[in-house]
């Protein structure tokens, strides 16, 4: 669990690091869920929805908290659990989850955004927050997540969708408002580590993450958690139950 310290540190940054919080020793066991998923995806892609980059490989796995046990576990785990509980001051489900994987050298950018920008669309209130886990290492050369601190207190900026930068519709914050929320690239704070650390962080900050130049897949599996009475109401055409989710699980195991 965080301490007093930790919590009002997430508050007031809008993220919190924690280094090493999932166990050395079932690292591996992820590890090849996550590549056995994407292999049998090249044949089924029936579990999990696949985006693929433009030029071939797995870009994101979503929904694999469903149906892939090792990650299902994991986000009921304490180390995930416990934290997401106390950020909404009680219990919570999977709004959704996927593996971000990107490939050595051909994986691409996520342009600048805040999530609620559009999950807002969604029919959910802001009561959301993600947690990035790390299966390998996450650095600046093979594309780590960029985070602006504090940023999540700027309100929901405008965005745009943008069709054509990947292989993946993504709503993205207009240029002009970067230019003037952004004046500093010390702002920008890149969320290195290794596989095991844990990145939490709210629905309204603004991130985003580089294109893998390097020779090293990179491996962040990533849960958006929403507060479990903050379920999805009023929209005409709901986005797919692979993104939107439809069930409403808690995550907060009571025994
Ligand atoms: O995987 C990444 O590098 C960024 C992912 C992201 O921003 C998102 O899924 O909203």
Not at 3 to 28: H, N, S
Not at 43 to 55: A, Q
Not at 80 to 100: M, R
Request: aromatic share 12%; net charge negative.
């Amino acid at each position: 669990m965080w301490t007093e310290r930790q919590q009002a540190a997430y508050r007031e940054d809008g993220f919190l690091v924690q280094r090493g919080v999932i166990p050395k020793d079932k690292i591996p066991e992820l590890r090849l869920a996550a590549d056995s998923a994407m292999a049998k995806n090249a044949v089924n892609p029936s579990d999990v929805h696949v985006v693929r980059e433009k030029s071939g490989p797995v870009r994101s796995l979503f929904c694999v908290h469903r149906s892939i046990k090792p990650f299902y576990d994991l986000c009921r785990s304490e180390p995930i659990a416990g934290p997401v509980e106390q950020i909404f001051g009680g219990d919570a489900y999977v709004f959704h989850s996927k593996l971000n994987y990107k490939e050595s050298f051909e994986g691409t950018v996520w342009l600048w955004h805040q999530d609620y920008g559009y999950w807002r669309y969604d029919g959910v209130s802001n009561r959301l927050s993600s947690a990035l886990v790390m299966l390998g290492p996450n650095t600046r050369e093979n594309g780590c997540l960029l985070l602006v601190k504090g940023s999540h207190r700027w309100g929901v900026l405008d965005h745009y969708s943008d069709e054509v930068t990947t292989s993946y519709k993504q709503w993205c914050i207009v240029p002009e408002e970067l230019r003037e929320h952004i004046k500093d690239e010390a702002m920008i704070t890149p969320i290195e580590g290794e596989a095991g650390d844990v990145c939490f962080f709210d629905c309204q900050i603004v991130h985003g993450s580089n294109h893998n130049f390097s020779p090293a897949n990179r491996y962040s599996l990533i849960y958006a958690f929403a507060a479990i009475d903050n379920v999805p109401t009023g929209v005409d055409n709901p986005r797919p139950d692979w993104v939107v989710a439809r069930q409403f699980e808690s995550i907060i195991d009571r025994d």
